[in-house]
C-alpha cells in the first residue's frame, strides 16, 4: 500500500480526486501534485521561483482549501505552476515554501476549489480527503 498518492474519482458534473497521505502536511502537498495532474499542469524547463504562502484558518480543511485556492490563482493570473512544497503546520497556522516555474501547458483550467463534502480524514493510511474541483 503507498503511503502518499491521489486518484481521480468519478463525479458527476466537476473533477473529483481522493488523496492520502500520512500526515497533514504530507496530504496537503499531495492534493497540490493532483490538482497540477487534473488540469494537465506542464512547467517550463526554466528559472526556478520560490514563494511563501501563509495562512491561519480554524480547521484542516480550510487550510487546504485556501492553499490549492492560492495555486489556482497563480495558474489563472500569473500563468505559473508550483511542484515542491516544504509545509508547516503549527496549531490554526500554515506556511508553505513553494517552489515552481511559468507555466508551458495547462489542459484545463480549474475555477476553483470546493468545500463540497469536503472531510479529512484519519484512516490506516494516516490522512484521507475527497476534494471536488470546479471546471
Partial sequence: ???RGFEEIPHMADWSIRVWAEDIPALLAEA???MNALAGAQLTAGPREMRTFAYEAPDEESMLVAFLSELVYA??????GFDKFRIR???SSLKVDMEGAPLASLTKA???VTFHNLK?????????????FDV
Fill in 89 to 91: 503546520l503549527e496549531d
Fill in 120 to 132: 479529512i480524514i484519519r484512516t490506516v493510511r494516516g490522512s484521507e480527503v475527497e476534494i471536488v
Fill in 75 to 80: 495558474q489563472e493570473h500569473e500563468n505559473m
Fill in 32 to 34: 497540490a501534485r493532483g
Fill in 110 to 112: 480549474i475555477k476553483a
Fill in 1 to 3: 500500500m503507498q503511503s
